[in-house]
């Protein structure tokens, strides 16, 4: 059995013979302190979506402004039971993360994919083009045809080329003619908005109703797809903690530009993350605030990642952690900043530390002590630098576990046996900082993929390493289980119940369009029991 690791390009596999072997040289270099690096959040149409410091941070004071977390008057409670009632202020202790009292906590929780992040293959907001096809042979009559062709192959997200191949068959099933005016309107609804990232939806918005209604109509959206119920609902099921994934583009207003060169705030999704973290505090849940892509993009969701090599892009991604640092930065159920999401685009390590370290220092400056998770990029756990050498303090270091590739169980029990845990482990034990995984899915709704997830949960919780699944809520494309039977495991709430009229960025009116985003607060959206009980099991 040959396993591969998958990378976020659709088409790039790294055999994982590979992966070990440069794992195990990166693993000696850093040993001997020399630098080292090598060429790794993984969404796409199928899809969805390491702290290694060392010792010198093994001895952390945790008393360090606790007192401010503690409640004042004339209460029975003990200081000790009465931090134990708040959600305080937590910091790094070694490979632990800890609390006001100095427990170990390790953050269990799921991802709010979708929110400020819209990937529309989660939402249904809009069509893939397959759905699009379907959607279109109903309207023009020709529906039997068009769905006998599509079911005939896989489902897909977009292409000229997909269409191209689709006209001979139709063809001969109706006609040159009707076949010809059916591919020429499916054209217009090219390129389609379905996608693992925000920027197609939210252009094309802005194309037909202005920026400003753009921003409402997301806004409207964000106000139905998570709501205080939800949160309430994490909360009961034992999970501890929400990470937020974020586009910097929900937090700012105007056009959207591939090299922007100001941030105007845009007041409505920021009152909608203060909303979240004030339910989260009430339900006891921490929050990882996430950014899932910076100004200029810092990997390649939305085109080509322009950060690293622009000052003034730097400059943008600096000033909106400071943004983020001046409005939380006294938010004790925040648990950490996750400061780059998946940083894939990054041409190595050292680029891609230079960059985090902007972000460190200026978050620092400004006396803020919240945790700060360190994505890897997908370059290797053990291509994280040493913090000391850095002078960062309070870091947690991360990655995201897909195997795209894998077909049964023994797969991941061979890719964590053999790759996972031996590399992740050493590198823990050698630098000493907190772990998590701040995403994974086993992706499929089959039984030995619930297998391989409660495989990985029991992996990370032996370790003592935080976890967040993705994601907390994910709609299956109805046209997809019509005509593929296809269903995934990504959404612990994943199974919709009744009607569903999703909203077509192409053809709706805007009245039309804000009712229908209005509209996911009431849909009915069911627990993934099989997924659900694995997560809870982990608890």
């Not at 993984?42 to 007192?67: F, K, L, P, Q, R």
């Not at 400003?212 to 139905?224: P, T, V, Y």
């Not at 009152?271 to 390649?300: A, F, K, M």
């Not at 039984?447 to 699944?469: C, M, Q």
């Amino acid at each position: 059995m040959i396993i591969f690791r998958y990378m976020k390009v659709q088409s790039f596999h790294v055999a994982l013979v590979v992966v070990i072997a440069i794992g195990l040289l990166q693993s000696i270099a850093c040993n001997e302190g020399t630098e080292t690096s090598i060429d790794g959040d993984i969404t796409d149409g199928d899809i969805a979506d390491g702290d290694i410091s060392d010792g010198d941070y093994s001895e952390v004071d945790v008393s360090e402004n606790y007192e401010e977390d503690l409640p004042d008057g004339d209460s029975d409670l003990t200081e000790d039971e009465a931090a134990s009632e708040l959600l305080t202020r937590l910091h790094a202790d070694g490979t632990r993360i800890v609390n006001a009292l100095g427990e170990t906590v390790v953050l269990k929780g799921v991802n709010l994919g979708g929110w400020l992040f819209n990937e529309t293959w989660i939402t249904q907001v809009d069509y893939s083009l397959t759905s699009r096809l379907h959607a279109l042979g109903e309207r023009e009559g020709i529906g039997e045809a068009v769905d006998d062709l599509l079911a005939q192959g896989e489902p897909t997200w977009g292409g000229e080329g997909y269409l191209d191949a689709l006209l001979p068959g139709l063809t001969e099933k109706v006609g040159s003619e009707k076949a010809e005016a059916f591919i020429s309107l499916a054209r217009g609804y090219l390129p389609t908005l379905y996608d693992d990232c925000d920027l197609p939806l939210r252009l094309k918005l802005s194309e037909r109703f202005g920026d400003d209604a753009r921003d409402e109509l997301l806004d409207i959206f964000q106000g139905a797809w998570i709501n205080e119920s939800d949160i309430a609902w994490i909360a009961e099921q034992g999970f501890n903690v929400v990470r937020v994934p974020i586009s910097y583009r929900n937090l700012v207003t105007g056009p959207d530009l591939a090299k922007p060169t100001e941030l105007v705030w845009n007041e409505l999704a920021w009152s909608r993350l203060v909303e979240l973290v004030d339910w989260c505090e009430t339900n006891r849940i921490y929050v990882v605030i996430d950014i899932q892509e910076s100004p200029g993009g810092h990997n390649n969701y939305s085109g080509e990642a322009l950060l690293y090599n622009d000052p003034e892009l730097q400059a943008l991604t600096v000033e909106l952690w400071e943004e983020i640092s001046s409005r939380f930065s006294d938010r004790d159920n925040v648990a950490a900043y996750s400061l780059l999401a998946e940083p894939m685009s990054a041409p190595d390590a050292e680029t891609r530390d230079a960059m985090y370290d902007k972000l460190v220092k200026a978050i620092r400056a400004r006396g803020d002590n919240h945790l700060l998770v360190i994505h890897d990029g997908f370059l290797g756990m053990n291509t994280l630098p040493d913090p000391a050498d850095m002078d960062w303090s309070g870091v947690v270091y991360s990655t995201h576990i897909f195997e795209f590739s894998a077909q049964d169980l023994s797969d991941y029990e061979f890719v964590v046996e053999h790759f996972y845990d031996p590399i992740f482990s050493e590198a823990q034990e050698r630098c000493g900082v907190p772990f998590y995984i701040g995403s994974f899915s086993t992706r499929k709704d089959e039984e030995w993929a619930y297998s391989a997830a409660d495989l990985l949960l029991s992996w990370y919780n032996e370790r003592e390493w935080s976890w967040s699944v993705w994601t907390y809520k994910k709609i299956d494309d109805p046209i997809e289980i019509l005509l593929w039977e296809k269903s995934s495991s990504y959404g612990v709430i994943g199974r919709l119940d009744g009607e569903f009229t999703r909203p077509d960025a192409y053809d709706d009116d805007l009245d039309t369009l804000k009712a229908r985003m209005a509209a996911y607060a009431d849909l009915q959206i069911s627990p993934n029991t099989s997924l659900l009980e694995v997560l809870q099991k982990a608890l």
